[in-house]
């Protein structure tokens, strides 16, 4: 199994234009999450599926940020529009729900 | 709300000697807990986990262990090894959804 898969790895961009973060969780896991690292906070649940749908996204932080699970083999993560603050590392990360979460490399975000 | 907490941002300790990292956590429904590794560039990866029906579980160098009333818990790396520098996350989660992590501990093993 490839693990869980995140594009891009780096993205840079500029304030106010949108971006898209891309995850492929591992086959047969019901659970995706979304989580945002930074060195204050370290890392925060943004929002999490169970079977595609959305279950808690109390963690995300303004209506600039939207995700969606069309299918079980994909989730996006968008920012519209995108702001200096919302640089980070965006890490994807599935389970069974039975077991630990396996974490993607992460999507390195800088927003200029 | 930080329901877990690492509150030493950084740990430095000489090979050979043990480390121990410490997580405090809020919500006494906590049932399971973990601790991840994270290198850099890379996902944090499953280091240790332990139910909060047990106060320890031992894997090799590294070991849990769980203090309900006081709602905590450690990890002790013995021996410690320059390979386990890294970024250490511990995580709480209630009926394993919904992890959540503290800030997380920067762990250099110095030869």
């Known amino acids: 199994d490839a693990g869980v898969i995140q594009s891009p790895r780096h993205e840079v961009t500029e304030m106010g234009q949108e971006v898209t973060l891309r995850c492929k969780p591992i086959?047969?896991?019901?659970?995706l999450f979304w989580y945002r690292q930074t060195m204050m906070r370290g890392l925060e649940l943004l929002i999490y599926f169970n079977n595609n749908v959305p279950i808690d996204d109390s963690g995300m932080p303004e209506d600039r940020f939207s995700a969606k699970m069309p299918n079980a083999s994909f989730s996006t993560l968008k920012i519209q529009p995108s702001e200096p603050r919302d640089s980070a590392v965006y890490f994807c990360?599935?389970?069974?729900?039975?077991?630990?979460?396996?974490f993607g490399s992460g999507t390195r975000l800088t927003v200029v | 709300d930080q329901q877990v907490k690492q509150n030493s941002p950084s740990l430095s300790v000489q090979e050979g000697r043990i480390s121990i990292l410490n997580c405090d956590y809020t919500n006494s429904m906590f049932d399971y807990f973990l601790w991840y590794k994270k290198y850099p560039a890379e996902g944090p990866t499953f280091l240790i986990s332990?139910?909060?029906?047990?106060d320890k579980n031992e894997d090799g160098r590294f070991t849990v262990f769980l203090n309900k009333s006081a709602k905590h818990l450690s990890l002790h790396i013995v021996p410690s090894q320059p390979g386990d520098s890294a970024v250490y996350f511990c995580a709480a989660s209630y009926n394993n959804n919904d992890m959540r992590f503290g800030a997380g501990t920067r762990l250099t093993v110095k030869p």
């Open positions: 086959s047969g896991h019901d659970y």
């Open positions: 990360a599935s389970t069974t729900g039975q077991s630990g979460y396996t």
């Open positions: 332990i139910s909060s029906i047990k």
